[in-house]
């Protein structure tokens, strides 16, 4: 580590240090410095990977309440707006600004404001990077350039339909190192600390509580003092261990409605030294929406990262997909968002296209495990005339899931977010991540919003979760278990943010497989049970190593410490959150699960692929492996039966036209495991492994789809996508985000009809972003006609 670290900190104080010369550097470094390392564990189990074990300082499991996610909250974008103060320069080159000064900042009003016209769509390089003169200090050379904004220049990464879809509300972040929370967001929080379950006396008034602590009033009604800790018994983590959405915890969480176009615009307010990051992550960001139906500009594109002092504007403009075919004078009531009063706002396309539960995460070239890991990751949900947030409105639409009714949409009383990942940290507590091994990395903790083993406090009555696998190689297989190990029945509502056709009951508690990214809604019954009752989710699945999960423990033998009376070598199984179950004296307003099993009613039919649509579309067909890769990139995809490439952003690897349906053949398998992610279409599985997929993915679409011979997975998938509305250059890659950034990612765009020639790749700099000229495979526009042909037979 010690050798990286030198090594690092010599490249980046060269006269002309930019990260995608640094990148390539870097992966020289990782060939170099792995022929010395050797593992540190010669366990049968690799977790934490090369690592010893993260050592728990004495926290005892399931004392600290569990973090409800702090909102971003928006604001109505004006018309115009005057310029208050600067964003806040650091002291140094190690460090980012100052707490208050960067909270001062984020609260005033937006500045500036893009204009709703053509030259509004441009990225602003008229105003300077307000840290142009100390990167320059650090650099050793004069800036002459060096834009505010990091986006892309010109027409290439202009907002596409600016005008028409101009953001109504905004919101305003910064990625900053680990610090307490001043609770300046407090105001904010739309439940404003008033509705059920978050006003005085309410299970969540409180934003944190430890058992074994001090008198915790200090956090009624406010996140102002939180420190950011996995637990009251650890170490705070440094300024440059944990890099967080303004630099804070409690996770952070966006709220949209469809109708309602919002501006997100991200600063970057990491160290300007590339060396300081305490051993791992670098400090140029891409923001991806995984997987909003955005362009491509806004889709947090790899290649199109921004520097520390800059900002990047991403327009996500929250339409559904078929906007521009579907129900175009929008007079279906079932195709809209709330509008704040108890209404509906129609909008044109398609209903059965209504997406839920997201997440938004770092893409940065190469380092995208890295800085998710490090806290570049948010969770997203989009509220919709279907999904309101709402449980008591009965207008025939609202599916009344359970959530509350304070609000006239997005309340989150009886709806709670989760983000589960392994994580690992050193003998100082700081969290650790090992660079070298690239098979993939594992943590020897789950943590649950960052957190060490907390609880959580329910009503006896229904509950919606929404869980998502934010680890970085890890595989999960969730169950719900009572103290008394009886099984806990789940209904599954959503699947990767797709609400589903119809719900699916897990009699017994246990989940499948849910690879890295993939998102599951779930809804348990706590009414079922006594208060004071404990329940538990427990993990069943165990990993020796990151190449793919070994399997799974049973209910039994996962419950009580599986770990410590040797019934896995991994740490990572077992229990990992508490529920305890408490009075409720209310009415549960919210629908019956078992009202929409097979057989029942539908929550949202499944869109449809005609016939004729799936005969005459084109093939392609993507195998990924280890074929031709390197030391330092052995993860390479083979597109249409060609070669084995590794990552290169200007290659097009598949380029299909808008508005057409294509059928993409996924391959892989061979020991190891990869979660593929087709970023900004959802897909419809047709087959796997030649055989029909499981009720859980029959009923739904997906943006991850599993790889390999693990439990719930296949060596080969096939799945129908329809592209439209916007075009660009978009990705598809391994989740296993190890494997991603060595390098098993392609390009691929969305062109129009008759387009010959491929979008330019961007090349940003310190001083502004070029751009490159792309190339493309042999197939990319035929694609794999031999594919096509023996499908068709």
Not at 80 to 107: A, C, R, V
Not at 125 to 135: A, G, H, V
Not at 189 to 213: A, P
Not at 558 to 576: I, L, M, Q, S
Request: with cysteine.
């Amino acid at each position: 580590m010690s050798l990286y670290r030198s090594s690092i900190r010599k490249l980046s104080t060269t006269k002309h240090h930019n990260p995608t010369y640094s990148i390539y550097l870097r992966r020289l470094l990782f060939v170099a410095i792995s022929i010395q390392h050797t593992p540190l564990l010669a366990d049968k189990c690799n977790v934490p990977t090369d690592a010893p074990p993260s050592p728990l300082f004495n926290a005892q499991p399931f004392t600290q309440s569990l973090y409800r996610f702090e909102e971003f909250g928006t604001r109505q974008l004006p018309s115009s707006s005057s310029q208050g103060i600067p964003f806040p320069t650091p002291k140094n080159y190690n460090s980012s600004p100052d707490g208050s000064m960067l909270d001062t900042f984020l609260s005033q009003p937006l500045y500036p404001i893009p204009n709703k016209n053509s030259q509004g769509a441009l990225a602003n390089t008229q105003d300077f990077n307000p840290w142009r003169n100390k990167i320059g200090a650090y650099l050793n050379r004069t800036l002459s350039k060096a834009p505010a904004e990091g986006r892309p220049p010109g027409n290439d990464w202009a907002h596409q339909r600016w005008s028409e879809f101009y953001p109504v509300e905004y919101t305003v972040t910064a990625q900053a190192g680990a610090r307490v929370n001043s609770g300046w967001r407090d105001q904010y929080q739309s439940h404003q600390y008033k509705s059920q379950e978050f006003r005085l006396n309410g299970l969540y008034h409180s934003t944190y509580h430890w058992d074994n602590g001090p008198d915790t009033d200090s956090y009624y009604g406010t996140t102002f003092g939180l420190e950011m800790q996995f637990h009251p018994s650890m170490p705070v983590q440094d300024s440059n261990s944990v890099w967080t959405f303004d630099g804070t915890f409690p996770p952070k969480l966006l709220k949209m409605r469809y109708g309602y176009p919002l501006l997100f615009r991200h600063y970057n307010a990491l160290p300007i030294s590339p060396s300081a990051n305490n051993g791992f992550g670098l400090h140029t960001l891409s923001t991806h929406q995984h997987n909003g139906h955005n362009p491509a500009e806004s889709d947090g594109y790899t290649q199109s990262f921004f520097f520390p002092g800059q900002y990047y504007d991403y327009r996500w403009p929250v339409i559904l997909a078929g906007h521009d075919h579907i129900n175009k004078k929008a007079t279906n009531p079932k195709a809209g968002g709330p509008d704040g009063y108890g209404g509906i706002k129609k909008i044109p396309g398609d209903y059965r296209e209504t997406m839920s539960t997201l997440w938004f995460h770092d893409h940065m070239l190469d380092f995208t495990a890295q800085n998710v890991y490090k806290g570049n990751a948010a969770m997203l949900n989009i509220y919709s005339s279907i999904d309101r947030g709402n449980e008591s409105i009965n207008d025939g639409t609202n599916l009344r899931f359970p959530s509350g009714d304070y609000l006239d949409w997005g309340n989150r009383d009886y709806d709670v977010n989760l983000v589960m990942a392994d994580k690992a940290w050193d003998k100082r507590g700081q969290l650790f991540f090992n660079i070298f091994n690239l098979d993939g990395f594992l943590g020897d903790q789950m943590l649950v919003n960052w957190q060490y083993k907390p609880y959580l406090d329910v009503r006896a009555r229904k509950y919606r979760f929404r869980l998502l696998n934010g680890s970085v190689s890890r595989y999960m297989k969730l169950a719900v278990m009572t103290e008394d190990k009886e099984p806990v029945p789940v209904y599954m509502i959503a699947n990767d943010g797709n609400i589903m056709q119809h719900s699916v009951l897990f009699e017994k508690g246990e989940l499948p497989t849910q690879a890295v990214a993939e998102r599951y809604d779930i809804i348990i019954d706590f009414s079922q049970f006594k208060p004071g009752t404990k329940i538990y989710l427990v993990n069943l699945m165990e990993h020796n190593d990151g190449r793919e999960p070994e399997g799974s423990l049973s209910r039994s033998k996962a419950f009580n410490n599986p770990f410590k009376r040797g019934n896995t070598c991994d740490p990572a199984v077992g229990k990992f959150l508490e529920l305890r179950v408490q009075p409720y004296s209310g009415k549960d307003l919210s629908m019956d699960p078992a009202n929409y099993v097979k057989g029942q009613k539908k929550m949202i039919p499944l869109p449809k692929f005609t016939k004729s649509e799936l005969a005459n579309a084109k093939h392609r067909t993507f195998d990924f492996g280890r074929s031709s890769g390197t030391d330092s990139s052995p993860w390479t995809i083979k597109t249409d039966g060609g070669q084995g490439f590794a990552a290169d952003p200007k290659r097009l690897s598949a380029a299909p036209n808008k508005g057409d349906v294509e059928i993409w053949h996924l391959k892989g398998g061979g020991g190891w495991s990869h979660p593929i992610h087709i970023h900004f279409e959802e897909g419809k599985i047709l087959s796997r492994d030649g055989g029909k997929p499981p009720e859980w993915e029959r009923w739904a679409r997906k943006d991850v789809y599993r790889l390999g011979e693990d439990e719930d997975s296949s060596r080969e998938l096939t799945v129908a996508l329809r592209f439209r509305e916007f075009k660009g250059s978009y990705l598809e890659h391994c989740h296993n985000t190890q494997h991603e950034d060595h390098a098993q990612l392609l390009r691929w765009d969305i062109e129009n009809p008759g387009q010959t020639v491929p979008i330019r790749t961007p090349m940003p700099t310190w001083n502004g972003v070029s751009y490159a000229d792309s190339f493309s495979l042999p197939t990319y526009k035929a694609g794999d006609k031999d594919a096509k042909q023996e499908f068709n037979e």
